[in-house]
């Protein structure tokens, strides 16, 4: 496996997507807590764009390493990159006391908002840029491959964490959610269930799932974005 400039500038831009990414959705997590008195993160000083401070060994370096170079390795395309910073403390308690269980899902949602957010503004741009040639120089080249990672990245993690898996977004939502209506069964099948979410994602990804719920939805979400 032989790397140009071209595939150097190409991992160099998921790279630095990811991270926007990844550290985004936790600060995001962490801010709108403390919008609803949680100083927790801030007292930590987990509200920093310093990626040092988010970056995880496992979820920020190894995943990403594997869930690219790997599908190559077997002589495949280049695989999607996927990750995670480390997530960003909040005071839930806090949280639901001053803002109720309205608040709480809005903490568990705003890293997808967030994802939503960049992938759409990527679009955009994305769709006002013209084609890169080999008459344009090198910075436009990798500007152009940084906003197709960024759209491409965080429509991948706000499916993903959209997903009703144990620890995932979806599924703090969905709890809040009903805690809310009082259906407290939901909630104790997710506690119950949370030791198991690595599990099931691996399950999922290895699997014909993925298809159904994870590349179809992220596949409709690029065509409404790019058309």
């Not at 400039?5 to 801010?31: F, K, P, R, T």
């Not at 919008?35 to 370096?61: C, E, F, M």
């Not at 990245?153 to 009703?164: E, G």
Request: no cysteine.
């Amino acid at each position: 496996m032989t790397m140009s400039s071209i595939d150097l500038l190409e991992i160099a831009a998921a790279v630095i997507a990811l991270l926007i990414a990844i550290i985004g959705h936790e600060i995001m997590h962490g801010w709108v807590a403390y919008k609803y008195g949680d100083n927790t993160a801030k007292d930590q000083g987990r509200l920093t764009i310093n990626p040092l401070t988010h970056i995880d060994p496992v979820g920020s370096v190894l995943v990403p390493l594997m869930t690219y170079f790997l599908p190559m390795l077997l002589g495949a395309a280049s695989g999607f990159i996927f990750g995670w910073a480390k997530p960003v403390p909040v005071n839930t308690h806090t949280v639901i006391r001053n803002g109720g269980y309205n608040g709480a899902m809005q903490v568990s949602l705003a890293g997808i908002a967030y994802n939503i957010f960049l992938a759409t503004l990527s679009s955009v741009i994305l769709l006002s840029l013209a084609q890169p040639t080999e008459a344009d120089g090198i910075g436009y080249l990798f500007f152009y491959l940084l906003i197709m990672k960024l759209l491409l990245i965080n429509v991948i993690l706000a499916v993903f964490n959209l997903l009703p898996i144990p620890s995932f977004d979806g599924a703090h939502f969905l709890i809040y959610l009903s805690l809310k209506y009082r259906i407290s069964k939901v909630a104790e099948f997710f506690a119950k269930a949370e030791p198991y979410g690595m599990i099931v994602i691996i399950i999922i990804l290895v699997t014909p799932l993925k298809i159904p719920l994870v590349i179809w939805p992220i596949e409709t979400v690029l065509h409404l974005l790019l058309h």
